[in-house]
């Protein structure tokens, strides 16, 4: 699914990333650790094509994204790859289901096809009837949720989460975490999250300690 190889990255004289290999199996949930500063979102950033590495190569789904132009960068970000951030990054001026849809009205796909697509994500999420709502009349892990779906309109093959659960009450962060897995199991996804949550990296698949730019 992922591979990264010899990924580098500096920012002026500090070097974030020191030679980054890793490779990630279709459908895993992959936890991501490490202190601040260790380089963790800088690595998800690049994996998930929003930064450039200074020198390495990045394959999703056998597709070496380092060589794509910006238009083919943009249009494969779009159809293959989901974002989950930690303060949801919804639109205010737009309702739920208008924030779920965007990436699929950008990507092209018909209303009718994004509208179908969204009802389907709400219901499994429970939120139905909270689609013309917008963000200001939403709970926290209401937010989350529709950024996760928002993340899924696509059905992309990876979804990047950083800190998704770091501004939710204990009780939306473990519904969250457990939203994740069901996920997967229904659409089969593979899911990449930078956590200082040790709750959520106990329960991935496997988790990536990252110290000082490398795994160890």
Known sequence: MIKITDITKSFGHLQVLK???LEIGDGEVVSIVGPSGAGKTTLLQIMGTLDKADSGTVEING????KLSRNKLSDFRNKHIGFVF???QLLPEFTAEENIML???IGGIKKSEAQ???KEL?????LSERAKHKPAELS???KQRIAVARALINNPAVVFADEPSGSLDTKNKQELHQLFFALREKYGQTFVIVTH???LASITDRTIHIIDGKIC
């Open 197 to 199: 949550d040790e709750e």
């Open 86 to 88: 930690q303060f949801h």
């Open 122 to 126: 709400l219901e499994f999420l429970n």
């Open 103 to 105: 990436p699929a009205l």
């Open 116 to 118: 179908q697509r969204c």
């Open 140 to 142: 926290g892990g209401e």
């Open 63 to 66: 597709t070496d994204v380092t």
């Open 19 to 21: 030679g980054i290999d």
